[in-house]
């Protein structure tokens, strides 16, 4: 008993000293992330070290792949002679014509065709070089990313002498394109560094050019403000739809300029339409967990919606993380007998996070640890440290070509409704962060049936409504092979939708959209999986929008029978103010 008490004692003690360390001097450690961060884009030096070292042992203990790789070495410096002599007949000379950073046929001249073929062995060079015998799945991941990262800088399309595209551009406008991309440069510069939003912001003004849909805001919490649009059609169909936006950006990415608002063709078609506006949380809602998000967010939403439209079920759409959310909330409205959906419909939203894509690299337990010292001060992830790794997972597109286009052709791309909405950013709180990665990306919590609302355990295939889902075909965040994870998940009739575009343009797909094209296949609950790439094979394309189908699914599974159209609100939930409302200005 003596040695009990004594070893309680001691167990005590170190308690204390670990919590006296968490008081007094976990500051430091918080301090000393904050400012690596910054350099960083927020991912973690031990994270990306721990790669590093794990594939350098691994690389020096194999004499085998040392000597493949030599030789592969050897067999690419043969092959770049052959192109150095311009031997036209070895069609092993030249490879990777495809790729789009060197479409311009400038480039199959010389000398930019040696500039361009020598880089390109280079980088297969490494890519086979990051697989390591022995190094671990993710470490090898995070390797081939980081060189690729490292080798795109130096690809010849960045600088001036090796691009023939900038040097002919340069000597057509005697320079003037570097002198226009020096003061665009200067000009990006200067708003950056006095925190200024971009031209695409100023141009396309939130509630004067964008969501602009007419509007109530009909109820308003701490978490959201619930906009009931008005009708455009004398009579609606009886089922209202409730659109849950992701809250990583704002929502109008569903309410855009006019010809580009799924919220106004969805309304001009006879529907009710209720959209949530997330608040962007401040340091003060550094709490607000995953459980908020559900009870203040969808669950309070369909409260008032169900006051407004009694004695009728709801159709809910959710757009990325909000169709994650969505899928939560309908598990749990579906397994504990408080149904109140009529459909699921899910626009680019994982359900399932083993394949997630090369986000998956910035999820580990050690990035995880590195991201909750940085927001544990401030309460929230900040704006520029969740743009800077969204940025990275398609730094061709969003880095190095913005960077030829504007820097040294100097050609300013006309801003955009869709362009203003990517540059509005908004934050993510401290607590729903953490469970996010942690119990969703690094876990998969919620695919594996141990996610919890209102602590009671809820899986996908409690879903018992039919499912709409879309995904793109060039999705970055949500990789469509990913996304098509949900009829493996669900219990229930699923009519999946791969249309074209990513994971933004491929959402906002209008019917007048000229290069708009899709595939749409319904899976019964009872039919047999087909993988990705069965699907892919079987299902039937279409040319123009999904929008259309979308909305064709979405009348079938209405009530025949038309009801008048409803006005913003009732006695209980009167109008607040004009949408778009509050929330949507918060910067």
Not at 264 to 278: A, C, E, L, Q, R
Not at 340 to 361: N, R, W
Not at 482 to 501: C, E, M, R, Y
Not at 555 to 569: F, I, L, N, Y
Request: glycine share 4%.
């Amino acid at each position: 008993m003596k040695e009990n008490n004594l070893a309680q004692k001691v167990n005590e003690e170190e308690r204390s000293l670990t919590d006296g360390y968490n008081e007094y001097y976990a500051w430091l450690d918080q301090l000393f992330y904050q400012s690596i961060g910054k350099l960083t884009f927020s991912l973690s030096p031990a994270s990306i070290t721990l790669a590093f070292c794990d594939w350098i042992i691994h690389l020096a203990s194999s004499p085998g792949k040392q000597v493949a790789l030599s030789a592969q070495a050897l067999e690419l410096l043969k092959r770049y002679q052959c192109v150095l002599r311009g031997d036209q007949e070895d069609k092993k000379c030249q490879y990777y014509l495809t790729d789009k950073r060197f479409k311009d046929s400038a480039w199959q001249k010389a000398p930019y065709k040696y500039y361009q073929q020598a880089f390109l062995y280079v980088e297969d060079w490494w890519k086979n070089a990051a697989c390591a015998p022995g190094t671990s799945e993710h470490h090898r991941d995070v390797i081939d990313f980081t060189l690729r990262q490292m080798l795109n800088f130096f690809s010849p399309t960045n600088f001036p002498f090796t691009n023939p595209e900038v040097l002919s551009t340069t000597i057509e406008q005697m320079g003037m394109n570097l002198f226009r991309g020096y003061k665009y440069f200067l000009k990006d510069l200067s708003k950056s560094l006095l925190g200024e939003p971009p031209e695409s912001l100023q141009k396309f003004k939130a509630g004067r050019d964008v969501a602009i849909t007419p509007g109530k805001v009909i109820y308003r919490n701490n978490l959201i403000e619930l906009i009931q649009y008005s009708p455009s059609t004398k009579e609606v169909y009886a089922e209202p739809i409730l659109f849950v936006p992701a809250w990583i950006m704002k929502y109008y990415i569903l309410d855009l300029s006019p010809q580009n608002s799924l919220v106004k063709y969805m309304v001009d078609k006879g529907h009710t339409v209720f959209m949530i506006s997330w608040k962007n949380p401040m340091q003060e809602d550094r709490d607000l967990s995953f459980e908020d998000y559900i009870q203040l967010g969808i669950m309070d939403a369909l409260k008032v919606i169900k006051d407004i439209c009694p004695k009728t079920s709801i159709h809910a759409a959710g757009y990325c993380l909000g169709g994650t959310l969505l899928t939560m909330a309908a598990a749990y409205l579906s397994r504990y007998n408080h149904q109140q959906l009529k459909t699921v419909t899910l626009f680019a939203a994982q359900t399932d996070f083993t394949e997630a894509g090369e986000i998956l690299l910035f999820v580990d337990e050690s990035q995880i640890n590195f991201l909750k010292k940085i927001m544990k001060q401030q309460g929230y992830l900040d704006k520029p440290q969740l743009k800077g790794t969204f940025q990275m997972l398609k730094s061709t597109d969003l880095i190095w070509s913005y960077m030829l286009r504007n820097y040294l052709l100097g050609v300013r791309k006309e801003p955009s409704d869709l362009m203003a909405w990517n540059a509005d950013e908004t934050r993510l709180p401290y607590r729903m962060h953490m469970q996010y990665l942690k119990n969703i990306y690094l876990k998969n919590d919620l695919a594996e049936g141990r996610f919890k609302v209102n602590q009671k355990p809820v899986a996908i295939q409690d879903v018992a409504v039919p499912i709409f889902c879309v995904a793109t075909v060039k999705d970055h965040i949500s990789p469509w092979q990913s996304v098509h994870k949900i009829h493996l998940l669900a219990d229930t009739d699923v009519t999946f939708v791969l249309t074209s575009g990513g994971h933004n343009v491929g959402i906002v797909s209008n019917p007048d959209h000229p290069k708009a094209a899709y595939q749409i296949k319904t899976t019964p609950r009872n039919e047999v999986y087909l993988s990705p790439d069965r699907w892919e094979a079987l299902a039937p394309h279409k040319k123009g929008s999904w929008w259309l189908a979308w909305q064709e699914w979405i009348a079938q599974a209405s009530s025949t029978k038309k009801v008048m159209a409803r006005p913003a609100g009732n006695k209980n939930y009167k109008a607040i103010e004009n949408s778009p409302g509050t929330y949507i200005y918060q910067t």
